[in-house]
């Protein structure tokens, strides 16, 4: 058993799973509030969660809280600011039209994960792991070409929103990496456990000082709403639980390529569920978007 849970592939299967469950929730919310509550939704109503899990792994193991140093803090610190961020970016690409191809740009931060994570995180990345990471890439282009029908579509409002996305979050998840990494306690799902609460903390004060003076009247629909926003933070924090384990265990580029199978959860619900048949543009992408996942494995 601990040696299935010390795998990398498991966490990032559970965080794809979740993600894709969370955002769908999340975009049913952003048509009665603004993207900065709807993001409020995932840090506030999650907290009891992180909390919850935190306290259950900690209860379970003769733990002591160790020293914490200036990386962790600042790290921390660092990854909640651009993860609210690039929550929020994402949010507002609900509310816009292309958003196809606005969600396609958020990708673009499993290259720049690799590109960032080797040049400024000493993060080595092989021959084979590059490769898999333009496959999977190459896969979400022609999965957004088949959506929206042509190449000069690729770059409008909604993909400079994503773009920002894609480089937030992949700051993020190289950031929360290297904080989680600096603790000295030699159990990853502790660490990772410590990391995401701390951030969860710091993002709900955060995001709620800000929705407090700029937008109160957002807490009043949250009240109403209190059962989907409920439903947000826990998939919200079981999605990053996922994330934050696998991040702990191995390098984040290769843990974002993989997570790229979520892709392919959303296109499944719509081909069995809603009938939607893929085009042979997106069945190529699937394809590609697997075989990058799958070289990432090898690598």
């Known amino acids: 058993m601990g040696d299935i849970l010390d795998s990398w592939i498991l966490w990032t299967c559970l965080a794809a799973g979740m993600q894709s469950v969370r955002t769908a929730a999340q975009k049913y919310l952003t048509g009665d509030m603004s993207a900065v509550a709807a993001t409020l939704v995932r840090y506030l109503f999650g907290l009891p969660f992180a909390l919850a899990w935190f306290a259950a792994l900690a209860a379970a193991r003769d733990w002591h809280l160790p020293d914490i140093g200036l990386t962790f803090l600042i790290c921390g610190l660092l990854a909640g600011i651009l993860q609210i961020l690039a929550t929020v970016l994402l949010v507002h690409l609900f509310t816009l039209r292309n958003f196809a191809v606005g969600n396609t740009y958020v990708r673009s931060e499993i290259v720049l994960t690799a590109l960032i994570g080797y040049f400024f995180f000493s993060e080595a990345i092989t021959l084979l792991g590059w490769i898999a990471v333009l496959v999977c890439v190459s896969g979400l ?3 957004s070409l088949a959506k929206t029908g042509r190449l000069s579509s690729l770059w409008n409002e909604s993909a400079m929103f994503g773009l920002g996305s894609g480089l937030a979050f992949a700051l993020t998840s190289l950031l929360l990496r290297k904080g989680s990494l600096s603790l000295p306690v030699d159990d990853p799902m502790l660490t990772a456990s410590m990391t995401l609460l701390y951030m969860v903390l710091l993002q709900t004060c955060l995001t709620s000082a800000w929705v407090a003076a700029r937008q109160p009247e957002e807490f009043g629909i949250l009240r109403r709403k209190w059962r989907a926003c409920l439903f947000v933070g826990a998939t919200g924090v079981a999605g990053s639980v996922g994330w934050f384990t696998a991040m702990t265990l191995e390098l984040a580029a290769y843990v974002k390529t993989l997570g790229q199978i979520e892709f392919l959860f959303s296109l499944s619900i719509a081909w069995f569920y809603f009938r939607e048949r893929p085009r042979r543009q997106e069945l190529i992408g699937m394809v ?12």
């Open 141 to 143: 282009v022609l999965i």
């Open 288 to 299: 590609l978007i697997v075989a990058g996942a799958l070289g990432i494995l090898i690598a």
